[in-house]
């Protein structure tokens, strides 16, 4: 009886775990799902075996209620060890997931399909639950977990564009794991998978222990295209990854019984081929050959990361700027991200700098960038330039405070010239030293920048510069020390309009200089300027070349500059004192032209050499100027003398000299100031400028040798002075011109043009020579010239007077030193004195004549009243003579009365007298005579340089008892 109830037993036990189970499994499983989601389980086969706890589900299927597939499961294999119930243990020998294949898919309004099928839970009102109580698991015995063949489709619509991705051939192992005696059973743990771009991702692990946790393995991760990654962040960039694989393997320890322990160690990291475009094009905006990370470690509870080597091989880079003046990089890097995402990031990142988060520090033994390139074009300027060879390699990086690097880098720009450095460097607080080179780096890339603002084109020159920078904040020293060298070389600067050579030099070398900053101050010993040209013209506009460069801006932008100008000039302007001890001209040259003038000037100063010394601009520094030169053919050049460099307002005292110029070169200006042509003569200036607290007292030497002037121009807007005659006035018997012109005046005046002053100044010297020549003579040989413009004669005499004579002595002087002049003699008599002192001659030889006297000169004695009487009745029969008798006698009497009546009679006698106008004339004649003959026959001038003229009427003068004659210059 007993065997049969064991036998029905057995029987019961094996239909129900054959039959009764898997039925009632299936139905509760599919149930249990139905009510729990929204979805829908198929399931094909559920067997169970058991005698030897062997369970598996086949042909598993989950879908949502509208037949969309999420997940799938060739069959769920669960082996358990029977016996190990009995010693309270749960013994897995396998758990087998065979080819599963999952879809997950992220909707639009963020949320996962997986997620999305649970059903909303009300919640069960229930007894507080009792949080004491602790939960004892039982034993758990693990031989192995796999996941095998497993598939992952993964799709996005977060974004605008649809994004998918894939892991085929996904594993998972789980091995060897016993709870309570975890460190002798060797657990392992291994995940793997395919991914769907090619790349293969490998992580193994060795659990060593449980309680607390130990895991040390290793990760690989292989080849993966970075495609992918790009694919999920397309919408938010303006770029495309077009190629470039990335690989990584590390090995790793976690130890929850020592955090600090924790690492992962020998990463290696390598990104290859990389391409990078712009979206809807075909060509690279950057290539990398590529980028490895080596031998890196990380302790994250240390927060410390320690990378051996970082390199980047063969970058290129290439960057735009369109006509706009906008950088394309800018716009390919902007992200696309809404607005309350940035306001979300914004506020996150004010979190995490509000909080108090320590940093990781960062050991970079060696980081390498080889064989770099970046090609800038501009589309703007027009300018392309491309440094290449780019290689950089910097050691011990460390970002921890206080810790220095080395460096050391080198460039090729645009093809030919280099750049190197090396040094050492010291981030926090920030500290530098090192040395700089550039080695003959080509300046006419720079020329369309130049063309931006100015019609200016750089068309050759090269730059080297050798200096050695020391960088150290500090309150007692400046805190940049830069000394070394720059030199420029070759340098042709020419109009961009015309191509006109505008300015050239060979070398600019500043051969040694010292540059401090903050405080600044910059000192140069020494700069060469070497074969240097400048040519500057005046157009037929009066417009000079070198001012009209600058290219018009438009009004607002010229209000922009004007409105930072002041914002600027507002500020406190912190001084910057530059001092040149010395800067050397060598073979020096310049062309002037001047299109503007009738005759066209041009001239050409060569060979200038020199030297200025003590250049400041601070105030105090007396700067020492000398330089010669040659002007021309023949001519000569030199500038000597001395100034304030900082202020030369406060103090100039400078000597410029030109010798032997051809007058012939300044037709133009001639023509243009009086209208004249100079066919031959030679130039010779010394032009003083002499300031002190801006009062300028220019002391100017004009001499002029052979003066020969041309023809006449005639046009209607030149103002023709009588050059001719300045000139004759100002030659002396070798044929020399020579005019002292001092000009005075005030610099700071805001209308002040020295050259302006400088032809007023000689304008109102002609002006003033042909308007009064003696005069103007006579200031230059110290006589008064107002008193030689006249000879002075006794009334009806024509005898020169001794104070007269030496008027003529001094006339004799300067036509003796003035050979192109003559005097010229205009006879003059008085129809008032000259008329009376006739009259009283004619009486005078009446009386001798009548009285009989042998002496002339005792006429006076021989007029009597008797003897007047008889002539004045011998010229008029009437009573005058009794009627003045009596008048008089009612005044005077004795002989006071005889004197008044014998002057009366003189006088009504000497007025019956007849002077005809040929008498007057007569007088006139002889007195010019009287000059003519005293300046041939007693200064022996030449008789054809003293001239007479008409004869006429002297002017009336009644304060005076003289006649003039009047005497005039006159040229040849």
């Known amino acids: 009886m007993l065997k049969k109830i064991l036998l029905y037993s057995v029987l019961f036990y094996a239909v129900s775990g054959f039959l009764i189970v898997p039925y ?102 229930s007894a507080e639950e009792d949080t004491n109580t602790t939960l004892n698991l039982p034993r758990i015995i693990l031989e192995r977990i796999a996941v095998v063949n497993a598939k992952v489709h993964y799709e996005d619509y977060t974004n605008p564009s649809r994004f998918d991705f894939s892991f085929d051939n996904l594993g998972f192992e789980l091995k060897d794991i016993d709870t309570n005696d975890f460190n002798s059973s060797h657990g392992r743990l291994r995940f793997y998978s395919m991914l769907g771009d090619g790349g293969f991702i490998d992580l193994k692990s060795e659990i060593t222990g449980l309680r607390p946790l130990g895991l040390k393995g290793d990760l690989s991760f292989e080849a993966s ?144 960038l080889q064989s770099a390139m970046l090609e800038f074009d501009d589309a703007m300027s027009g300018a392309k330039t491309t440094i290449d060879k780019v290689d950089l390699n910097a050691y011990d990086i460390d970002s921890q405070a206080k810790s220095w690097l080395n460096y050391e880098v080198s460039l090729r720009i645009n093809g030919a010239g280099y750049a190197k450095a090396r ?90 200089f010292t540059l401090e900053m903050f405080p ?118 030199s500038l000597k003398g001395s100034l304030n460099s900082g202020n030369p307002k406060a103090y100039t005292d400078l000597k410029l000299n030109f010798k032997n110029l051809e007058l012939n070169s300044l037709s133009g200006y001639s023509a243009s100031f009086a209208g004249y042509k100079i066919d031959e003569g030679k130039l010779y200036l010394d032009l003083g400028y002499h300031i002190v607290d801006s009062k300028l007292k220019g002391q100017n030497s004009i001499v002029m040798k052979k003066i020969k002037l041309g023809d006449t121009i005639e046009d209607e807007n030149i103002s023709r002075l009588p050059l001719g005659f300045v000139i004759a006035l100002l030659e002396d018997s070798e044929g020399i011109v020579d005019i002292d012109m001092p ?114 000169d005792d006429h006076e004695s021989a007029m009597s009243v008797d003897l007047l009487e008889g002539i004045y009745q011998d010229f008029r029969d009437d009573k005058r003579p009794q009627t003045i008798s009596k008048e008089l006698a009612k005044k005077y009497k004795g002989d006071s009365y005889k004197a008044e009546y014998l002057k009366a009679l003189v006088q009504e006698c000497s007025s019956l007298q007849q002077v005809p106008d040929a008498e007057l004339e007569a007088l006139a004649k002889s007195r010019a005579q009287s000059i003519h003959t005293y300046l041939v026959n007693i200064k022996s001038i030449g008789q054809e340089r003293v001239l007479m003229s008409e004869i006429g009427r002297a002017e009336m003068q009644e304060d005076s008892k003289w006649v003039k004659t009047k005497l005039e210059i006159e040229v040849k």
């Open 423 to 512: 040094g050492k460097l010291r981030h926090t607080p920030l500290k530098q030293e090192g040395r700089f080179e550039l080695q003959k780096v080509a300046l006419k890339g720079l020329s369309p920048y130049i063309e931006e603002n100015a019609y200016l084109s750089l068309d050759d020159g090269y730059l080297s510069v050798k200096l050695n920078t020391k960088y150290d904040k500090s309150k007692y020293k400046p805190d940049l020390y830069v000394d070394g060298s720059v030199k420029m070389e070759e340098v042709f600067l020419s109009d961009s309009r015309d191509g006109a050579s505008l300015v050239s030099f060979s070398e600019i070398g500043l051969n040694s």
């Open 743 to 856: 000009v005075e005046g005030n610099v700071d005046e805001p209308d002040f043009k020295y050259g302006a002053l400088v032809w007023k100044t000689l304008g109102n010297l002609i002006v003033k020579a042909v308007a009064s020549p003696f005069k103007f003579l006579g200031s230059m040989m110290g006589i008064d010239g107002e008193q030689l413009e006249y000879a002075e004669f006794e009334a009806g005499e024509s005898l020169i007077l001794a104070p007269e004579m030496e008027k003529l002595d001094n006339i004799a002087k300067m036509l003796e030193k003035r050979p192109k002049i003559s005097l010229n003699i205009g006879g003059r008599y008085d129809t008032g004195k000259d008329i009376a002192a006739l009259q009283r001659q004619k009486l005078i030889d009446l009386v001798v004549l009548k009285s009989g006297i042998k002496n002339r």
């Open 24 to 125: 009632f499994l299936k139905s509760q499983i599919i149930n249990s799902v139905q009510q729990e989601t929204n979805a829908r389980l198929d399931i094909q086969s559920v067997y169970f075996n058991p005698f030897i706890f062997k369970l598996q589900v086949s042909g598993i299927e989950l879908k949502t209620l509208d037949n969309a597939q999420l997940l799938s499961l060739d069959s769920l294999t669960l082996d358990l060890e029977a016996y190990s119930l009995l010693y309270l243990a749960i013994h897995v020998k396998e758990l087998i997931l065979k080819e599963p294949s999952i879809s997950l898919v992220y909707s639009k309004d963020k949320q996962l399909n997986l997620g999305s099928i649970m059903k909303e839970r009300m919640p069960k009102e």
């Open 520 to 637: 600044n101050r910059l000192y140069i010993d020494e700069v060469d300027i070497n074969s240097f040209f400048v040519n500057a013209v005046i157009d037929e506009n009066k417009s000079m070349n070198l001012s009209s460069l600058l290219k018009n801006k438009s009004s607002e932008a010229s209000e922009k500059k004007a409105e930072k100008k002041k914002a600027k000039s507002d500020e406190k302007k912190e001084d910057f004192p530059v001092k040149i001890a010395k800067v050397n001209v060598a073979m020096g040259s310049a062309k002037f032209a001047d299109l503007s003038l009738p005759i066209r000037f041009s001239t050409h100063i060569h060979d200038l050499n020199g030297a200025v010394y003590s250049v400041s601009n601070a105030g105090g520094e007396t700067s020492t100027v000398n330089i010669n030169g040659e002007v021309d053919r023949y001519g000569a050049v």
């Open 225 to 368: 295209k970075l495609y992918t990654q790009w694919r999920y962040l397309q919408d938010s960039l303006n770029l495309e990854v077009a190629n470039g694989k990335i690989s990584l393997n590390a090995e790793y320890t976690l130890n929850q019984d020592d955090l600090n322990a924790t690492s992962i160690d020998n990463i290696n990291v390598y990104l290859d081929g990389l391409r990078i475009k712009p979206k809807h094009t075909h060509k690279d905006v950057l290539n990398l050959r590529s980028l490895y990370i080596e031998d890196a470690s990380i302790k994250p509870f240390l927060k410390d990361i320690r990378i051996k080597r970082v390199g980047l091989d063969s970058l290129a880079v290439q960057v735009k700027r369109d006509e706009d003046s906008q950088i394309d990089w800018l716009e390919y890097i902007k992200n696309k991200s809404t607005e309350s995402e940035q306001n979300s990031s914004s506020s996150q990142s004010a979190s995490v700098k509000n909080g108090s988060k320590e940093e990781y520090r960062i050991r970079l033994n060696h980081f390498a």
